[in-house]
């Protein structure tokens, strides 16, 4: 899944301010309306009409999402794609979102899907085209709440094609807490009654987290949205990160690394996605989970097409492709998410997939803050005062000690 996300960090600080991500911002990354004021560093216009098949296809791809049957023989959609197509996958295996970014500006791809955090940088930085959904039959069946989101649009232009989604979740071994969680309070004010037992996302992202508990318990700071965050704003969260750090047994980034502490008892309480505790659940691990009423953070992945594709057409095919009914069921179930094309749950072969991930639950994603690419750029009033993403990652470091 997504593996080691924390990782190169003074490259990432790097890529960022050369992407010119300083300036500009997303509006909420829970609502709609695209990231008007991101100011995409290509003039690159979206492809006129579809061309035959160039037979060659280079992407990155975070583990799970380009299976050709390599680590299952019975998990393949990508040679059924070169059959129907001729567009032979080559696939890059993306450990990190700061990887990604990196791959992509060698030129060598032809696109990549990329999760929130790296989608506003990819845009900025001129790396990824704006896209032509009517070029991509399967676009008009995807959920309405993954278009046009702050991550994924400029003024109402798509710069890729919705992938899937997940909210970062709350997760505890209820044999060792009896009483139900229902706050985030229980890794943040109130984690030293599991000292050493804590467990939290391995990422400069989960700043975002902090920012979100305080939004909701200290009013006072007015924080309307975690990745827009000023200078007093960003303090509050990294202080509450640094108090945490003296409670956290360990961080995770490999999902199987957060499976094997709670299986372990290493962990007793922290922030997961659905498909961990699903695992855990399946190895008959005590767990429960809950979305906080403080909401949560989450991630939805877009497929993003390189400015310089050399194989525009393939690319467009796979855009179309991995999100059909059928193929995009079996990612989501692979990968453990909720698929983007509301016709794939009729194809899950756990029936009761798309109920157990909120497919089409959208009062549910509506309190997901998803991952946006935090920028200097405030959104409003407050102008470019706000902590970019190399602020994060200097941040994130000083936090880990």
């Given at each position: 899944?997504?593996?080691?996300?924390?990782?190169?960090?003074?490259?990432?600080?790097?890529?960022?301010?050369?992407?010119?991500?300083?300036?500009?911002?997303?509006?909420?990354?829970?609502?709609?309306?695209?990231?008007?004021?991101?100011?995409?560093?290509?003039?690159?216009?979206?492809?006129?009409?579809?061309?035959?098949?160039?037979?060659?296809?280079?992407?990155?791809?975070?583990?799970?999402?380009?299976?050709?049957?390599?680590?299952?023989?019975?998990?393949?959609?990508?040679?059924?794609?070169?059959?129907?197509?001729?567009?032979?996958?080559?696939?890059?295996?993306?450990?990190?979102?700061?990887?990604?970014?990196?791959?992509?500006?060698?030129?060598?791809?032809?696109?990549?899907?990329?999760s929130g955090d790296a989608t506003l940088r990819l845009i900025a930085g001129?790396?990824?085209?704006?896209?032509?959904?009517?070029?991509?039959?399967?676009?008009?069946?995807?959920?309405?709440?993954?278009?046009?989101?702050?991550?994924?649009?400029?003024?109402?232009?798509?710069?890729?094609?919705?992938?899937?989604?997940?909210?970062?979740?709350?997760?505890?071994?209820?044999?060792?807490?009896?009483?139900?969680?229902?706050?985030?309070?229980?890794?943040?004010?109130?984690?030293?009654?599991?000292?050493?037992?804590?467990?939290?996302?391995?990422?400069?992202?989960?700043?975002?987290?902090?920012?979100?508990?305080?939004?909701?318990?200290?009013?006072?700071?007015?924080?309307?949205?975690?990745?827009?965050?000023?200078?007093?704003?960003?303090?509050?969260?990294?202080?509450?990160?640094?108090?945490?750090?003296?409670?956290?047994?360990?961080?995770?980034?490999?999902?199987?690394?957060?499976?094997?502490?709670?299986?372990?008892?290493?962990?007793?309480?922290?922030?997961?996605?659905?498909?961990?505790?699903?695992?855990?659940?399946?190895?008959?691990?005590?767990?429960?989970?809950?979305?906080?009423?403080?909401?949560?953070?989450?991630?939805?992945?877009?497929?993003?097409?390189?400015?310089?594709?050399?194989?525009?057409?393939?690319?467009?095919?796979?855009?179309?492709?991995?999100?059909?009914?059928?193929?995009?069921?079996?990612?989501?179930?692979?990968?453990?998410?909720?698929?983007?094309?509301?016709?794939?749950?009729?194809?899950?072969?756990?029936?009761?997939?798309?109920?157990?991930?909120?497919?089409?639950?959208?009062?549910?994603?509506?309190?997901?803050?998803?991952?946006?690419?935090?920028?200097?750029?405030?959104?409003?009033?407050?102008?470019?005062?706000?902590?970019?993403?190399?602020?994060?990652?200097?941040?994130?470091?000083?936090?880990?000690?």
């Open positions: 899944m997504k593996i080691r996300v924390w990782f190169a960090v003074l490259a990432a600080v790097a890529l960022f301010v050369a992407a010119g991500c300083g300036g500009g911002s997303s509006s909420s990354s829970s609502s709609g309306g695209g990231s008007g004021s991101v100011k995409p560093g290509s003039d690159a216009k979206p492809m006129a009409k579809l061309g035959a098949g160039e037979g060659k296809l280079n992407i990155i791809a975070w583990a799970g999402y380009a299976e050709d049957g390599s680590t299952d023989p019975k998990v393949d959609w990508v040679t059924p794609f070169e059959k129907k197509t001729g567009c032979q996958v080559n696939v890059k295996v993306g450990n990190t979102s700061d990887e990604m970014v990196t791959l992509m500006r060698t030129g060598r791809y032809d696109g990549v899907s990329a001129g790396d990824v085209a704006p896209v032509n959904t009517d070029l991509v039959p399967n676009y008009k069946d995807v959920y309405a709440g993954l278009k046009n989101k702050a991550f994924n649009s400029v003024d109402g232009q798509m710069y890729g094609i919705p992938h899937g989604r997940g909210a970062n979740i709350l997760m505890w071994n209820s044999k060792k807490i009896s009483t139900p969680l229902d706050s985030w309070s229980a890794v943040f004010d109130g984690a030293s009654a599991y000292k050493g037992k804590v467990t939290a996302y391995d990422s400069p992202i989960y700043i975002a987290d902090a920012a979100l508990y305080l939004k909701a318990t200290k009013p006072a700071l007015k924080i309307t949205n975690p990745y827009e965050l000023n200078d007093a704003q960003f303090t509050a969260a990294v202080d509450l990160l640094k108090a945490q750090r003296a409670n956290i047994g360990e961080y995770w980034a490999d999902y199987t690394k957060e499976q094997q502490a709670f299986a372990n008892g290493n962990s007793t309480v922290g922030t997961t996605w659905q498909v961990i505790a699903n695992l855990l659940e399946g190895d008959k691990v005590p767990i429960k989970t809950t979305l906080p009423k403080e909401g949560s953070t989450g991630w939805s992945d877009t497929w993003m097409i390189a400015t310089k594709a050399q194989h525009p057409n393939c690319m467009y095919e796979w855009m179309n492709w991995i999100i059909a009914p059928k193929p995009n069921a079996q990612v989501a179930e692979w990968f453990g998410e909720a698929p983007a094309n509301a016709k794939s749950c009729a194809y899950t072969a756990a029936k009761d997939h798309c109920t157990i991930f909120h497919a089409a639950d959208e009062a549910y994603f509506d309190k997901v803050s998803f991952w946006t690419t935090p920028r200097k750029d405030c959104g409003d009033a407050r102008g470019a005062t706000c902590k970019d993403y190399s602020n994060w990652v200097q941040a994130w470091t000083e936090i880990k000690g």
